[in-house]
T-cell receptor, first 112, second 112 residues
Framework: DTAVSQTPKYLVTQMGNDKSIKCEQN?????MYWYKQDSKKFLKIMFS???????INETVPNRFSPKSPDKAHLNLHINSLELGDSAVYFC???????????FGDGTRLSIL | AQTVTQSQPEMSVQEAETVTLSCTYD???????LFWYKQPPSRQMILVIR??????QNATENRFSVNFQKAAKSFSLKISDSQLGDAAMYFC?????????FGTGTSLTVIP
């Protein structure tokens, strides 16, 4: 059983479009995260939700909007895509005690 | 703010030899957790090892061990008997409560 699953794995689209990436975890974790990994492999935290409530909102353009319908899901919607949005986006989840994060397989977003 | 520094962007090791990847972090907290993650070309983020700051004993997982120096805020990863499958990006991470901070990664090449 996949612990953290995100879809799609690959997303190729044109500048200006709106797209969503879905994430679901079946681990019963309370906290979920979105990261952006750029071409230099640097992992940058974007958002964090705990029990459906936003707890971390790093400096990202407001074109990025997370949505958490329940604590097992954290989706990422991106409006008006730009070339600089090309990256791999990772969803992750963790439990409150000092446990590690479990990551999804990533979504490679390519903007044409 | 907490920062995690990996000063070695790239490292290489001969197959069957030992290599150590360095990581330092900055924190004023006494209760936190440290992790090493491996990211092979498949881009999955795989947990390698975990260390609780309140434990003096260094964590070990098969061929992987850490040298945790709390006073020096140092958390290095030692890989013994390196194998071709160890080739990957390695990320050091710090956790305090629900916040995770990642280093910039070290790319490890294993030479046959």
């Amino acid at each position: 059983d996949t612990a953290v699953s995100q879809t799609p794995k690959y997303l190729v689209t044109q500048m200006g479009n709106d797209k969503s990436i879905k994430c679901e975890q079946n681990l019963g974790h309370d906290t979920m995260y979105w990261y952006k990994q750029d071409s230099k492999k640097f992992l940058k935290i974007m958002f964090s939700y705990n029990n459906k409530e936003l707890i971390i909102n790093e400096t990202v353009p407001n074109r990025f909007s997370p949505k958490s319908p329940d604590k097992a899901h954290l989706n990422l919607h991106i409006n008006s895509l730009e070339l600089g949005d090309s990256a791999v986006y990772f969803c992750a989840s963790s439990q409150d005690t000092g446990q590690p994060q479990h990551f999804g397989d990533g979504t490679r977003l390519s903007i044409l | 703010a907490q920062t995690v520094t990996q000063s070695q962007p790239e490292m290489s090791v001969q197959e069957a030899e030992t290599v150590t990847l360095s990581c330092t972090y900055d924190t004023s907290e006494s209760d936190y957790y440290l992790f090493w993650y491996k990211q092979p070309p498949s881009r999955q983020m795989i947990l390698v090892i975990r260390q609780e700051a309140y434990k003096q004993q260094n964590a070990t997982e098969n061929r992987f061990s850490v040298n945790f120096q709390k006073a020096a805020k140092s958390f290095s990863l030692k890989i013994s008997d390196s194998q071709l499958g160890d080739a990957a990006m390695y990320f050091c991470a710090y956790r305090r409560l629900n916040q995770f901070y990642f280093g910039t990664g070290t790319s490890l090449t294993v030479i046959p």
